[in-house]
């Protein structure tokens, strides 16, 4: 198998084990039919992961999961999604065209992604620029120690600590995590550190997974084979084949899966736990989705545990006498896959949706006359963005949950038009509302009826141009 071949083959098991870890984090593999085609899509690619069609397959039926749950999705979610749709994109494109010249849609994809793991760090590190994300008190640029400090095991220990102290960690916490989301895409891009910048992307995301997200470091474990020189693949198959058993065993579980997820498909309609902890969508249920020993624990997180244990061994182990040099270039009309993703990145600063935009925890703020970002203006295109409505204090809707607006937020008033609208044509009536906007107290019986918060919204509206809620208290985590 040619040097080619093998990176994709790699980047294919990879990437379907990332959606996987992702599904299982979120309680969706077994939420539809969608989700059960994309297992069962999955297990056929890791069948035959050379096979370019099978990962094609797969990421047709995955973005179709997430076309079904949006937007009720995250920033990880919108990325993995832009990187199925631009998998399918090129493969209808090239499928004519790469085989005639000799070369194949990895060819193409390689460059691609490897921009899109760079505009991804850039984006997470550029909003993080911020006052609110680099004062002690955020949530986002504390967030991991936060979770030390809260863990039952570790907590005990901290308290002997005095304010001054924690506040000290806390400084360390934020700076320490811009340093290294900085650090990580200039490693990798630079050949000859680029599995330094690897480590340190296992170290940092590996820590976060053990406590909290081990669903979204899957992918960039994924991503980063891309860096990595050919001397880095050779490893993983001289230890696939030292291991020929490893073949047939892994054969057997993937066909397992195959005859397994249907069954539970089918069960989870009688039995409440298949449906809580594998067939429900986690942000569509008031279940917390933090780290407890239940099945998704066993299924999920304990297999992460092994996977970034192997991943980090292949790391470290791998001969490092020849740097490899670099592959396609991506040039011509391909540079419109990460002129888009840098456009989805910068839409907070441009008023076109503070949702999905990367933030990664940054607690930037955009909206209205807000902006807390050190030196980035809102250019603010499209005007949408300026015109905020405040709940009353006491009473301001009968339909918080269905809106999606809780009484210590605001919003954007063409969130609230474009959820009033989406409620009246499931057919709600008498929808109670109670706002400040522009000065004036607004309340309203039946919203639906007002011509002022009906609006037309199209499929594109509803699925990816999403304002975020906004905290009134400005020192409440944002993110």
């Not at 400084?171 to 320490?176: E, K």
């Not at 995590?177 to 200039?186: A, K, W, Y």
Request: hydrophobic share 45%; aromatic share 16%.
């Amino acid at each position: 198998m040619d040097k080619i071949s093998k990176r994709y083959t790699v980047f294919t098991v990879m990437w379907v084990l990332a959606v996987f870890f992702h599904m299982i984090h979120r309680s969706d593999l077994v939420s539809g039919i969608f989700p059960v085609l994309t297992i069962l899509a999955g297990c056929y690619a890791l069948l035959n992961p050379a096979k370019e069609i099978r990962l094609v397959l797969f990421s047709l039926f995955h973005a179709c999961v997430y076309l079904i749950n949006a937007p009720n999705t995250g920033n990880h979610a919108f990325f993995a999604f832009y990187v199925d749709l631009t998998i399918i994109i090129l493969f209808c494109l090239n499928f004519r065209n790469a085989y005639s010249k000799g070369t194949r849609n990895f060819d193409y994809l390689k460059p691609i992604l490897i921009s899109f793991t760079v505009i991804l760090y850039f984006a997470a590190v550029f909003h993080k620029l911020n006052w609110n994300y680099l004062q002690p008190e955020s949530c986002g640029g504390t967030m991991l120690l936060n979770l030390v400090l809260n863990y039952k095991i570790a907590s005990p220990y901290f308290t002997m600590l005095s304010t001054d102290t924690i506040t000290i960690f806390r400084y360390i916490n934020i700076y320490s995590s811009l340093i290294l989301e900085m650090l990580i895409p200039i490693l990798l891009l630079w050949r000859r550190f680029a599995w330094i910048g690897c480590l340190l992307g296992i170290l940092l995301h590996g820590a976060l997974g053990f406590v909290y997200f081990w669903h979204f470091t899957p992918m960039l474990y994924a991503l980063y084979i891309l860096f990595l020189p050919d001397s880095f693949i050779d490893k993983i198959y001289e230890v696939y084949t030292r291991f020929g058993l490893v073949n047939r065993n892994i054969k057997g579980v993937i066909l397992g899966l195959v005859f397994l997820i249907p069954i539970l498909y089918v069960l989870k309609n009688f039995y409440p736990l298949i449906e809580m902890e594998l067939g429900s969508f986690s942000r569509n249920t008031d279940r917390d989705w933090s780290l407890g020993f239940n099945i998704r624990s066993v299924i999920g997180w304990f297999p992460f545990l092994i996977y970034s244990a192997i991943f980090l061994y292949f790391v470290l182990s791998f001969p490092r006498t020849r740097v490899a040099r670099s592959g396609t270039r991506l040039s011509g009309p391909y540079f419109i896959f990460p002129l888009i993703l840098i456009l989805n990145g910068f839409s907070p600063y441009l008023g076109l949706k503070t949702h999905q935009s990367f933030g990664m925890f940054s607690g930037l703020m955009t909206h209205g006359k807000s902006n807390n970002h050190l030196f980035m203006p809102n250019i603010n295109i499209v005007k949408t963005q300026t015109d905020i409505v405040i709940p009353c204090k006491n009473y301001h809707t009968n339909f918080a949950k269905q809106l999606r607006w809780r009484k210590d937020e605001k919003l954007v008033f063409y969130e609230l038009q474009k959820r009033v609208t989406e409620l009246k044509q499931l057919g709600v009536g008498g929808i109670e509302l109670c706002y400040w906007t522009n000065g004036r107290l607004i309340k309203t019986q039946n919203a639906e009826l007002d011509s002022s918060l009906i609006i037309p919204i199209s499929w594109v509206d509803k699925k990816f141009r999403i304002y975020r809620e906004i905290p009134i208290n400005e020192n409440k985590c944002y993110y």
